[in-house]
């Protein structure tokens, strides 16, 4: 018989999350090494702990109400996985100067996955919730959607990275769709104003664009469950996003159009059942 790795145990890299944190995490080391952001430690802390905070809280009275007693307030199965990369996607993508907002935004993004359900389905990506919550409310908050330039190797990395995760979640279909169907509508106006290619290049290979399309739009379990339905959802969402960038001059559009479709998952997941994506651990 085969000596078992290391890996196999080892408690991390069994749950496809643990490489969603591995590599969120290395991009935000990676932003702030060579991309000189003025990323402040105490912003991602106050993310972090937010989040966690949060989801034990609120994990704790949902299953108080279910019950109709009080739970001993446990911390041995937390899933502290799901808000962290939350944590993490708002600390790369959300800018603020204010322990607050930031506190506002974590916490906003983790109350929404057990408010704002529909058969025990939260339909919101909770960091893109998050984000769009403290853009609307706050006159503090920001997004830099050219924060990442628009270098190659940067856009190598996140696919390559992004495609480690999605082969392990099965969602690259949703990925593949909505940067295909963007792709193509910035190259047919392109051709339409008569632009040089570079110009298609350097918007398709935005860093934010990239990481929203490989990390937040391809998000498991609020996304639709059946196949048919989230390439229709990815569709969508590449068509209002090309509208509201390029007619309405919106930098953030790709978060604005994921927040306005998002309701749009519940009606997908009505006309096409499927069973709804469940976390599982992976074999090494």
């Keep these: 018989m085969a000596t078992p790795t290391l890996l196999h145990h080892f408690s991390l890299f069994k749950d496809a999350r643990d490489y969603q944190i591995l590599c969120l995490s290395l991009f935000l080391v990676l932003g702030v090494a060579m991309r000189d952001w003025s990323l402040q430690p105490a912003i991602v ?27 001993k307030l446990s911390f041995t199965h937390v899933n502290w996985r799901s808000p962290l990369i939350t944590a993490l996607g708002l600390s790369l993508l959300l800018r603020t100067d204010h322990m607050t907002t930031m506190a506002l935004a974590a916490g906003i993004a983790i109350a929404s996955k057990f408010c704002l359900q529909v058969g ?26 050219g924060q990442w ?18 082969k392990r979640v099965g969602r690259w279909d949703t990925t593949g769709m909505f940067l295909a169907s963007y792709a193509l509508l910035e190259a047919i106006r392109n051709l339409y104003l008569g632009w040089t290619w570079d110009v298609w290049t350097h918007r398709m290979m935005s860093g934010s664009l990239l990481l929203f399309a490989l990390f937040m739009v391809t998000d498991p379990r609020s996304i639709p469950n059946a196949r048919p339905a989230r390439l229709m959802w ?20 790709i978060f604005w159009a994921l927040f306005a479709l998002s309701p749009l998952t519940v009606v997908l997941d009505r006309l096409w059942e499927s069973p709804r994506f469940e976390w599982k651990t992976t074999s090494l």
């Design 45 to 71: 802390t106050t993310a972090i702990v937010t989040t966690l905070v949060s989801q034990i809280l609120l994990s704790w009275l949902t299953k108080a109400n279910t019950l109709g007693t009080e739970p």
């Design 120 to 145: 025990d389905k939260h339909f919101f990506n909770p960091a893109n919730l998050g984000i769009i919550a403290v853009l609307t409310l706050t006159n503090d908050a920001w997004v830099s959607p």
């Design 149 to 166: 330039g628009d270098e190659i190797w940067y856009g190598l990395i996140f696919i390559g990275a992004g495609g480690m995760v999605l």
């Design 234 to 253: 990815a569709v969508a969402i590449a068509a209002l996003t090309f509208v509201l960038r390029n007619q309405f001059y919106l930098s953030t559009a």
